[in-house]
Each structure stands twice: as C-alpha cells, then as structure tokens.
C-alpha cells in the first residue's frame, strides 16, 4: 500500500513535473503554451493514478476533478495562443476569476447550498487566490524573487495536502501532495538550470503562471469543499503563500546580497511562512 | 344498464379493499439498527452502523409480494466507535456524506420464502450509483403498545450484503477494507 501510495502520490507528479520543466524551457511562447498546457494536465493524471479511471459522465466531485484539470489545460493552452500578442493584467485577472469560480460551482453546488461555512471559506480562499493572480499578473510583475511564485504554490500545495489529512480527507492529501511532487518536480530542474547560471530559470509566462496557481487552486478548493472537518484557518492560510510572492515581487526583493544558489532557498522558505502556520493551526485543530 | 352499474361499482369495493389490504408503516428511528460488517486487512470484521435511519413500509399482509419498503439512512450519522475513523468515513474516500448525504433503499419486488421470511429485491442507492441488492427479511411480531392500546408497532429483521467498490468506494482496497459488506438491519414500524 505504501509502495503505491509513493509511486502515484510523490513518483509520478515529480517526474511529470521534471519533464514539464525541461519541456517549457526558456520564456517562448511555445514553452508557455507547454507549462500552461501540460500543468493540468499532468495533475489530471495524477489524479486518476491516485482515484483510479472516473466513470462518465463524472458523478462526485472527485471524478469530475480530472476532467476538469484536462478541460482547464486545454483551455490555458488555447489562451496562451490567443493571449500572445496583448497581455493585459485585467484580462488575466477576470480569466483567474472564472476560471475559479466555474469550477467551484461545478465541483460543489451541492455543499455550498448546504453549508454555509464551507461556502464562506471557499469565498475568501477563491478573493484571495484571485487577487493574487491581479497580484501576479501583467508584464510590470516578476521584477525580481521569480522563484518565489512556484515555491509558494509548492507550499500551498503542502499546506493544503496537511489541511486534509487533519480534515480527514485522506484522498485529497494524496492528491495535493501530488501537486506539490509536480510542483516540486518542475522546481528542482529548474534549480539546477539556475545554479548553472541560467537567470530566467524559474521565470514563468503569464498564462504558465496563471495555469500553475489554478492547479493549486484547483487543489485548495476541492479540500474547502469536501473535507469532512478541515480547520477553515489552516485552508485560508495555505493560500497565503503566494501573497508573499507578490509582496516580495511588489518590493523587489530578491536576497541579491546572498550566494547565489541560496537566493531561491530564501525566498522558498519565506514564501512557505503561511504555509507553515496553517500546517500548525490544522494539527492543533485536528487534536 | 343498471346491472352494469351495479357490477362497476362491487369492482370499484372489491378493487378499493385490495388496496386498503396493505397497511402503512412509519419506521420508528428510535428503534432502527442498520449495522455492517466488513474485513479489516483479513485481521477482524469491523462493524459500524448508522445512527439516523427512516422509512415507511407499505405492508399487505394476505399478499407479501404486493408489500414495498423504502429506507433512508443519513451518511453522516456513521458510527464505527472511533470518531476520526468516523470522519474519515464521512469523506469522499468513502461515503462522501456532504455530496451523498442520503444511503437509499427502495424495494422493487418481493419474494416470500416462508410464512414470516421472504426475499426482498430493491435499488440501493449510495453515492449516486444505484444498484440492486437483495435481503433476507424476517418478520417478527405485531402488537399494540403494552401502554398504548391504539397504536400498533411491528418488526423486522434482515441480512444482505453487496460490495462497496461496486458502489464507487475504490478506496476500499486501497484501505485493505471489504470490498464486502455485510449489513445487518433490525427496525420497528409504527401503523399509520
């Protein structure tokens, strides 16, 4: 049972993930088609490794969550054509906002109707994560700190993957421990690109990025939605990293003064903070 | 064209008391057990049962075949004696209670196997998946209430059991549980 959960939990995404990275090399608009397409996707096929194949038409939300993955890579990829010439902040920015909050309504209907603190917590989770991609958006962002966006959504993932276990939603934890193997697996290419001198290493395209935050999103939301008893602190703050990037890119900050491979590490562990704190308040909440 | 009349009208007696031969019963929650039974990795059966069970019965008693029944158990009253197992039963690894929160069964035919004991065929609907499962049904007793002449209460019993993955629970075999389960219901009715 271990040996499985490993390879379809940890295994597979970080290959995945490696393979993304080393396939959408380099800020072309090809590579950014490939990332926005193939992040997605490669969530998608985790998730079934972990679920086994959904029926279809998908009847809970967990099969109709690879489904949606593959439909939103797809989706991505055909915007990171469509988006090549104009890139407008606000554009990304309203395509975060539904891209979000279809799915959610997809996913959850049901429970949303129903409780009403899982709806509520949704709602700040799907603000924030929206204004995080405003945040991040546009050709005036990523100043510096660019490693720090995949790192916070590494974090988010993790965060989130912990929220779950403690809200008794096993499944779940499998699956966003996968996207943080993805996450994690794209990471670590591109660390060793970086520290053999390649600066645009963790850089991302808009639509790339735009597509990685959904993933992780996407993630952060089924465990809203579904877990039984998840502390609705700890699923806010596992969201949070990536408003560290945006404050570290907001401030250009990027540990400039310190040894080279190390600056990525820095900016990682920072982004990690409210991840941290929501792996705490999940655990004293799970008691 | 009077005797038709006549000869309607005893139709329309004789059809009205057949369908008056079956009496309806509301189950009593306070005196319903639906428990289960399934391996745990081959060490021991786990059992559990469901805390919030109703229904009504429709119950013709010259005719059993022509008798229905129809259960409804909360999927989030689960209880196995062990709360965060319970949680974790709640979840969509599971019985995905706040998508699924209703378990439901509705008979759909009836075979009488004996004088108090018949097979009952129905649609067991858990996780949105539908289903037939059958179950040994056994019917106890009817009196009135020691305390309240007025109101009548019968009982039953009865065995089944289907497999959970079939079901959508794939995570059963992940788990090293089932994938069969056996169920085993005890309830009282009050006459309507």
Redesign the interface.
């Known amino acids: 049972?271990l040996t499985?959960i490993l390879l379809t939990s940890v295994l597979l995404p970080l290959v995945l993930g490696a393979v993304i990275a080393l396939a959408g090399k380099g800020a072309t608009s090809r590579a950014v088609l490939l990332t926005a397409l193939l992040i997605p996707v490669a969530a998608a096929i985790a998730s079934v490794s972990i679920?086994?194949l959904p029926?279809f038409p998908p009847?809970?939300?967990?099969?109709k969550l690879p489904l949606l993955l593959v439909i939103g890579g797809v989706v991505f990829a055909i915007l990171a054509v469509l988006l090549r010439q104009f890139v407008n902040r606000w554009i990304i920015a309203l395509v975060g906002v539904v891209s979000l909050a279809a799915p959610a309504w997809w996913l959850?209907k049901?429970?949303l109707a129903?409780?009403a603190t899982?709806a509520t917590t949704l709602a700040i989770v799907l603000v924030i994560v929206a204004i995080e991609i405003a945040a991040v958006s546009g050709r005036q962002a990523r100043k510096s700190s660019p490693a720090a966006l995949p790192a916070a959504l590494l974090a988010t993932a993790i965060g989130s993957a912990l929220t779950a276990i403690m809200?008794?939603?096993?499944?779940?934890a499998q699956m966003n421990g996968a996207l943080a193997a993805l996450f994690g697996g794209w990471l670590l290419v591109r660390y060793i690109s970086y520290i053999r001198g390649d600066d645009a290493a963790f850089v991302l395209g808009d639509i790339a990025a735009l597509s990685f935050i959904w993933t992780a999103a996407m993630g952060a939301t089924m465990t809203v939605?579904?877990?039984?008893?998840a502390a609705p602190v700890a699923l806010v703050l596992s969201v949070l990293p990536v408003a560290i990037f945006a404050v570290l890119d907001w401030q250009e900050v990027g540990f400039a003064n310190r040894a080279r491979f190390l600056q990525p590490l820095i900016i990682g562990a920072l982004a990690a903070i409210p991840a941290i704190a929501a792996i705490l308040v999940a655990v004293l909440a799970g008691g | 064209m009077k005797r038709l009349i006549l000869a309607t009208a005893l139709a329309g007696m004789f059809m009205t008391g057949a369908a008056f031969a079956a009496d309806s019963y509301e189950i009593d929650p306070t005196h319903a057990w639906v428990g289960f039974k399934t391996s745990h990795a081959g060490w021991a059966k786990a059992h559990g049962a469901f805390k919030a069970v109703s229904g009504t019965i429709s119950f013709d008693k010259d005719d059993v075949t022509k008798s229905t029944v129809e259960i409804a158990l909360e999927a989030a009253s689960i209880d196995t004696n062990d709360e965060?197992r319970n949680?974790?039963l709640?979840?969509?690894?599971f019985l995905?209670?706040?998508?699924?929160?209703q378990i439901t069964f509705k008979s759909t035919s009836i075979e009488k196997t004996g004088d108090k004991t018949a097979k009952v065929t129905g649609d067991l609907t858990l996780?949105?998946?539908s289903k037939p499962v059958v179950l040994d049904v056994t019917w106890n007793a009817e009196s009135a209430l020691p305390w309240d002449a007025n109101t009548i209460k019968t009982g039953f019993s009865a065995t089944g059991s289907f497999n959970g993955v079939d079901f959508?629970i794939?995570?059963m075999t992940?788990?090293?549980i089932g994938p069969e389960i056996a169920l085993d219901i005890d309830f009282e009715a009050i006459k309507k």
Not at chain 2, 96 to 101: G, I, K, Q, T, V
């Open positions: 049972m499985q679920e086994g029926p009847i809970a939300a967990k099969q959850g049901n429970v129903a409780n899982k809200g008794g939603y096993i499944g779940m939605l579904l877990s039984p008893s | 965060k949680t974790h709640k979840s969509p690894d995905n209670a706040e998508e699924f929160p996780l949105g998946t959508g794939t995570k992940d788990f090293g």
